[in-house]
């Protein structure tokens, strides 16, 4: 083709900066951990919730405070073209839930459990562990007010971790008491923090008389000093809140569930009151924050349903998957049972019907179709069919199908002599391949 008639190369279009693609083999990996949470939520009776990945901006400015980073400086808000509502890409999914849990009246008969899975979306500096779209698996317990239910949610993501076999995870865990102990611990922070003005950035000071306690999860390093010395908002807990903190502490003992008690930590959102916790880990460098969460007893009221306490958590599925890789752990995907090598292109439609019993018995079979060159040399499949992985190579040539067999090569264990199989035996082979199924 000359140059002049030759269309012109489109540039390429790239995926937003700080939001990824989730390709193969990595997303084998993903399903395997979605599956094992879904396992775990079965097992702690949580169901399932999907709700719209676009909310009204109020949602977040309302449930989360209007001075928190996430409602500052994270948010990816636009207008509505058509309407000019105010819309928002959730940067957390725990505000969504209860908006529809209210509007469902869920709540109505009774407390729920529930769990939700998918992106979020915050506008920060990408770099490893956090990202601009990133995934969350979240529990949320509505509706129960005692410690009990706090150490249960605990206790799920702790069995997590241990099914995964991840063992550098340190819980740790706080209560930020009730509304008016936080009154009275906030005029203490103005006081200190008044008194070392010259150590605070721009962005304390003017949230200083905002909301002081966000000074304290201030991740500038200059400031981690003052905040260290700062008075601490477990000293201002009333007999009940105490009470509550040591059930839940009581609990985790008896599951023998270690923690420490980190009166710093502070979570991000203003939601939260009495316990909150995080799972964290060394290995992540300081992005090691793998699991947050805590109760939020007023959120429901604040979105406009009747009150009633909550608790629940969200981990970063980024984060856990990374910590997997660091740790070595194998997450088991069940992998392809067999590839199909097929000699020639006028056999494929014949032996498709072959590879459909395969199916219908539960395997896993991938067929060598043809491509825009037609069928791939002999040698050219079996190499296919040893990187697929399979754990055997199902050879459907001339002579075999002359004869209504197929020859079954194992590709995982040299050990096992080849063999040939009758056609319309394969149902039974392939059943007697996972008798326990
Ligand atoms: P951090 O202090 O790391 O910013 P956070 O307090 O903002 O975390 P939460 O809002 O509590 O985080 O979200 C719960 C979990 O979601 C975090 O512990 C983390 O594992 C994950 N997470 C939060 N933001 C991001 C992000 N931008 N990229 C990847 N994972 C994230
Ligand atoms: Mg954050």
Same mark, same amino acid.
């Given at each position: 083709?000359?140059?002049?008639? =030759?269309?012109?190369?489109?540039?390429?279009?790239?995926?937003?900066?700080?939001?990824?693609?989730?390709?193969?083999?990595? =997303?084998?990996?993903?399903?395997?951990? +979605? &599956? /094992?949470? /879904?396992? @775990?939520? /079965?097992? %702690? =009776?949580?169901?399932? !919730?999907?709700?719209?990945?676009?909310?009204?901006?109020?949602?977040?400015?309302?449930?989360?405070?209007?001075?928190?980073?996430?409602?500052?400086?994270?948010?990816?808000?636009?207008?509505?073209? @058509?309407? #000019?509502?105010?819309?928002?890409?959730?940067?957390?999914?725990?505000?969504?839930?209860?908006?529809?849990?209210? +509007?469902?009246?869920?709540?109505?008969?009774?407390?729920?459990?529930?769990?939700?899975?998918?992106?979020?979306?915050?506008?920060?500096?990408?770099?490893? #562990?956090?990202?601009?779209?990133?995934?969350?698996?979240?529990?949320?317990?509505? #509706?129960?007010?005692?410690?009990?239910?706090?150490?249960?949610?605990?206790?799920?993501?702790?069995?997590?971790?241990?099914?995964?076999?991840?063992?550098?995870?340190?819980?740790?865990?706080?209560?930020?008491?009730?509304?008016?102990?936080?009154?009275?611990? /906030?005029?203490?922070?103005?006081?200190?923090? +008044?008194?070392?003005?010259?150590?605070?950035?721009?962005?304390?000071?003017?949230?200083?008389?905002?909301?002081?306690?966000?000074?304290?999860?201030?991740?500038?390093?200059?400031?981690?000093?003052?905040?260290?010395? &700062?008075?601490?908002?477990?000293? %201002?807990?009333?007999?009940?809140?105490?009470?509550?903190? +040591?059930?839940?502490?009581?609990?985790?003992?008896?599951?023998?569930?270690?923690?420490?008690?980190?009166?710093?930590?502070?979570?991000?959102?203003?939601?939260?009151?009495?316990?909150?916790?995080?799972?964290? *880990?060394?290995?992540?460098?300081?992005?090691?924050?793998?699991?947050?969460?805590?109760?939020?007893?007023?959120?429901?009221?604040?979105?406009?349903?009747?009150?009633?306490?909550?608790?629940?958590?969200?981990?970063?599925?980024?984060?856990? @998957?990374?910590?997997?890789?660091? =740790?070595? !752990?194998?997450?088991?995907?069940?992998?392809?049972?067999?590839?199909?090598?097929?000699?020639?292109?006028?056999?494929?439609?014949?032996?498709?019907?072959?590879?459909?019993?395969?199916?219908?018995?539960?395997?896993?079979?991938?067929?060598?179709?043809? *491509?825009?060159?037609?069928?791939?040399?002999?040698?050219?499949?079996?190499?296919?069919?040893?990187?697929?992985?399979?754990?055997?190579?199902?050879? %459907?040539?001339?002579?075999?199908? &002359?004869?209504?067999?197929?020859?079954?090569?194992?590709?995982?264990?040299?050990?096992?002599?080849?063999?040939?199989?009758?056609?319309?035996?394969?149902?039974?082979?392939?059943?007697?391949?996972?008798?326990?199924?």
């Amino acid at each position: 083709m000359s140059e002049k008639n =030759s269309p012109r190369k489109a540039d390429k279009i790239v995926a937003v900066k700080g939001m990824n693609d989730i390709m193969p083999p990595e =997303s084998a990996v993903w399903e395997a951990l +979605e &599956a /094992r949470v /879904r396992e @775990l939520m /079965r097992r %702690f =009776s949580f169901e399932n !919730v999907r709700t719209p990945i676009v909310e009204p901006t109020s949602l977040f400015v309302r449930g989360l405070g209007e001075v928190t980073d996430i409602v500052e400086k994270e948010m990816y808000s636009f207008e509505d073209r @058509l309407n #000019g509502e105010a819309l928002t890409l959730r940067p957390e999914n725990t505000a969504g839930v209860v908006r529809a849990a209210v +509007e469902h009246s869920m709540l109505y008969n009774g407390p729920k459990r529930l769990y939700y899975m998918g992106p979020m979306f915050r506008h920060e500096r990408p770099q490893r #562990g956090r990202y601009r779209q990133f995934h969350q698996i979240g529990a949320e317990a509505l #509706g129960f007010g005692g410690a009990e239910i706090d150490a249960e949610v605990i206790l799920m993501a702790h069995m997590l971790w241990k099914e995964l076999g991840l063992a550098d995870i340190e819980l740790q865990i706080n209560s930020l008491g009730q509304p008016n102990e936080r009154n009275s611990h /906030r005029a203490a922070l103005i006081q200190h923090f +008044e008194s070392h003005l010259d150590l605070l950035d721009e962005e304390a000071k003017r949230r200083l008389h905002l909301n002081p306690l966000r000074l304290l999860d201030s991740k500038n390093p200059g400031m981690q000093a003052v905040i260290e010395s &700062a008075p601490k908002l477990i000293d %201002f807990l009333g007999d009940a809140s105490r009470e509550h903190l +040591e059930t839940v502490k009581k609990i985790l003992d008896a599951h023998r569930v270690s923690y420490t008690v980190n009166p710093r930590l502070v979570r991000g959102m203003d939601y939260y009151n009495l316990t909150v916790f995080e799972f964290v *880990t060394t290995k992540l460098g300081s992005q090691g924050t793998v699991c947050a969460g805590g109760r939020y007893d007023y959120l429901i009221e604040q979105i406009g349903g009747k009150p009633a306490p909550a608790v629940g958590w969200a981990m970063g599925v980024e984060r856990v @998957l990374e910590l997997i890789k660091e =740790s070595g !752990v194998a997450l088991r995907q069940p992998g392809l049972d067999v590839f199909a090598v097929i000699t020639d292109v006028a056999n494929l439609q014949a032996v498709m019907p072959s590879l459909h019993v395969l199916r219908e018995a539960g395997l896993s079979v991938q067929m060598q179709a043809s *491509t825009s060159e037609g069928m791939p040399s002999m040698k050219s499949q079996f190499k296919r069919a040893d990187a697929s992985g399979a754990r055997f190579a199902f050879v %459907f040539g001339p002579d075999e199908l &002359a004869s209504g067999q197929v020859t079954v090569k194992s590709l995982r264990d040299s050990n096992v002599p080849q063999a040939t199989l009758r056609i319309d035996e394969m149902a039974t082979w392939a059943a007697s391949l996972y008798p326990t199924v």
